[in-house]
């Protein structure tokens, strides 16, 4: 009898034990998955060398026991209205969830596309089959859905120096130019949400820094650029076993500090002598831009030194992004979801002249501008979102005002407006191409976007 008694208070002690470690645990279950959508393209052959050269969808699924949620981003330019209308009414029925627990982006790479242009970029039928590329999206979900497993999240932040403010004045002639500007407002932080499985292994990462990837523009290759290194780079330092979704920043005004390899690169196209000096970007942009001068492909050796500087860049910021999770400490297993969406309108404008930048636009008035704003609490995390290129001094600001500290935006998310560039209302006195283009009339969006995100996370706090 002895022994028997003994053997029942070890089934019942771990039988306790048990049912702790599972309430330790917690409710939060974490799936994640990534999905090759790298388009073939005869004009250009990947080197194979860099992992860079590859696109990606990502996915991140997450439940608590009674809401479910979507992080995901795409190696596009862009993800239009027809993207987002398309997989985020499929992602809903699939997950059994409101859109507005959906953040959909874009990684913003301006060398994400082959000869037939943005996957899934047009749709003009209503009534037809979906985009291609919201097909890919939903296909991520679904495979990350089903490697749902117990996990943690946390949050933690760092510095990368790697971009720098693009509104500059050229020295020679005076006027605005995009050209690496110092002293401009600059968000050099990277923000790092983790999620942890039980084994204390990564499941994926969602990661946010404000760099307009355009060291590949205008070079004819396909590349997910500083943002897929990024990514492919993190994943690897785990074994691929995790998945490192990339999202932009406020990154309107942000570009890379060392543009030199793109720049050497439209030079090679254009023939003109790359002398081994950092050389006026615009001048040598413009004529392939606006298709004044016959172009050749890039010489193999310049190609490859600029697929090594986009390699290094994610080298750099993903060693940045490994060294915050590591240190990150404070874990949620319970975290609460609650999101909310909302369409903010701002006065519109229409442009009258034409020309890029150093000059006065004439204007006429416009059609009303919509901007849809998203928040997505995670825990203590405020996930913000907006469907337009956004200046970084307004990220700052919203940072600043908003009572959690744990606060950042993802752009370029959740569709696109057509306002074009969002300028800060002080940023609206320069002359650059953001500006001049932009569909806003100056002083509305800063303060409708920060009021309306605060707006947003005083709603979640509520739910």
């Known amino acids: 009898m002895g022994n028997r008694k003994a053997l029942e208070l070890f089934v019942l002690g771990c039988s306790l034990c048990w049912g702790l470690a599972v309430h330790a645990q917690g409710t939060l279950r974490v799936g994640a998955a990534r999905v090759d959508i790298t388009p073939t393209d005869p004009a250009h052959t990947p080197s194979g060398k860099y992992a860079h050269e590859k696109l990606y969808v990502r996915a991140i699924v997450l439940e608590n026991g009674s809401s479910r949620a979507a992080l995901i981003a795409a190696d596009q330019a862009d993800l239009y209205d027809a ?104 968000d050099k932080t990277v923000a790092v949400v983790e999620f942890l499985a039980a084994s204390g292994e990564p499941i994926a990462v969602y990661m946010d820094y404000a760099m307009h990837p355009v060291n590949g523009y205008l070079a004819g290759l396909i590349s997910a650029d500083f943002a897929g290194a990024t990514s492919r780079y993190v994943e690897q330092a785990f074994g691929d076993k995790a998945v490192a979704v990339f999202v932009q920043g406020a990154s309107g005004d942000q570009n890379p500090l060392y543009l030199r390899a793109g720049t050497n690169a439209m030079a090679s196209q254009s023939g003109v002598p790359i002398t081994g000096f950092v050389m006026k970007r615009e001048s040598i942009e413009a004529p392939i831009r606006d298709k ?16 090594r500087v986009m390699d290094s860049e994610g080298v750099l910021l993903g060693e940045e992004v490994i060294r915050v999770m590591s240190n990150i400490k404070q874990l949620h297993a319970d975290p609460t979801i609650a999101a909310d969406q909302k369409i903010v309108t701002c006065p519109g404008r229409k442009r009258t002249d034409s020309g890029r930048e150093g000059m006065q636009g004439t204007y006429e008035d416009g059609e ?83 009021n309306g995100l605060l707006d947003l996370i005083s709603a979640t706090q509520k739910q």
């Open 83 to 186: 993207v987002w209308i398309a997989a985020s009414k499929q992602i809903s029925a699939e997950l059994n969830c409101p859109v507005e627990n959906i953040v959909m982006s874009a990684t913003h790479t301006h060398s994400g596309w082959g000869p037939g242009g943005f996957p899934g970029m047009h749709q003009p039928d209503p009534n037809g089959p979906p985009p291609p590329l919201a097909v890919q999206i939903v296909d991520a979900v679904k495979q990350a859905r089903a490697n749902l497993q117990l996990a943690r999240v946390g949050f933690g932040t760092g510095d990368s120096y790697l971009n720098v403010n693009r509104d500059a004045i050229d020295g020679d002639t005076h006027l605005w130019t995009q050209a690496p500007n110092l002293n401009g407002p600059s």
């Open 292 to 307: 004044k001068v016959q172009t050749v492909p890039v010489d193999p050796k310049v190609e490859d030194a600029l697929e």
């Open 368 to 450: 009303p501008v919509n901007i849809r704003l998203g928040v997505l609490r995670i825990a203590n995390i405020e996930v913000t979102s907006v469907d337009a290129e956004v200046y970084s001094s307004i990220a700052q600001r919203l940072k600043r005002e908003s009572p959690m500290a744990n606060t950042f935006m993802v752009t370029l998310a959740n569709g696109k407006t057509n306002s074009g560039y969002i300028p800060n209302d002080t940023a609206f006195g320069a002359q650059t191409f953001q500006v001049l283009g932009s569909r806003l009339k100056p002083g509305c969006a800063e303060t409708a976007i920060v």
